[in-house]
């Protein structure tokens, strides 16, 4: 009876032992599948982390190279607004400018033609005469007003070697009386031209 008993002892604890290793493999395979679940997660985030690094950066790239581009076509197209209004500004600057100085040179020249002009002369080019005085000087004039002009600058410059010289640059009337290396402009054309810019500037009529 005794030895029924300690072999009936004998299979309990075999099986107990058999289901003591059975769940102990149990829980290693659970604990190794939960490891490799979380070995296989954090793979997955890292690699996601790392797409989307990717995504984010090309995307920034492209995004950069928009505000890049659309900056050169802001600045191109600011600067291309700015040229046409300055030309358009410069063409309405040049037809009002004109029309305020048609008159002028239309006054210049009839005056050039009176029996004022002569006198006129030879009083602008009297205003260097010391300068002048006991110097060789070229005295240019338009090539119309050399025969009418030749003794008002005798006249003038009393103590000077003149000599008359044509110059075609000029077309309102008056003289250049050049001495030396000095160059005395008293022509019309030049006195026209400083009441023009003079007129630019107290106005504001000049373009940037």
Same mark, same amino acid.
């Given at each position: ?7 009936? $002892? ?12 059975? $769940? ?70 040049? =037809? ?57 600058? =005798? ?8 000599? $008359? ?29 400083? =009441? ?13």
């Amino acid at each position: 009876m005794a030895q029924k008993n300690k072999g009936r $002892m004998s299979g309990i604890e075999s099986s107990a032992d058999a289901q003591r290793s059975e $769940m102990f493999e149990a829980s290693v395979l659970k604990s190794a599948s939960l490891e490799a679940q979380q070995i296989v997660q954090e793979g997955e985030r890292e690699a996601k982390r790392i797409v989307d690094e990717a995504r984010h950066s090309n995307v920034d790239t492209q995004l950069d190279a928009y505000r890049r581009a659309a900056k050169r076509a802001a600045a191109l197209e600011a600067a291309v607004a700015r040229r046409e209004n300055r030309d358009r500004l410069l063409r309405y600057r040049r =037809q009002l400018v004109n029309g305020l100085f048609a008159e002028a040179w239309e006054a210049a020249q009839a005056f050039a033609k009176s029996e004022q002009y002569p006198s006129f002369v030879q009083t602008c080019i009297a205003r260097h005469a010391s300068a002048c005085a006991g110097q060789a000087c070229s005295v240019r004039v338009r090539t119309t007003d050399i025969p009418l002009l030749e003794k008002v600058v =005798q006249a003038a410059l009393p103590d000077s070697r003149c000599e $008359m010289c044509p110059d075609d640059s000029i077309q309102l009337g008056g003289a250049k009386l050049e001495c030396g290396n000095v160059l005395f402009d008293e022509t019309l054309d030049d006195r026209l031209a400083a =009441q023009r810019e003079a007129f630019l500037s107290q106005c504001g009529l000049r373009v940037q």
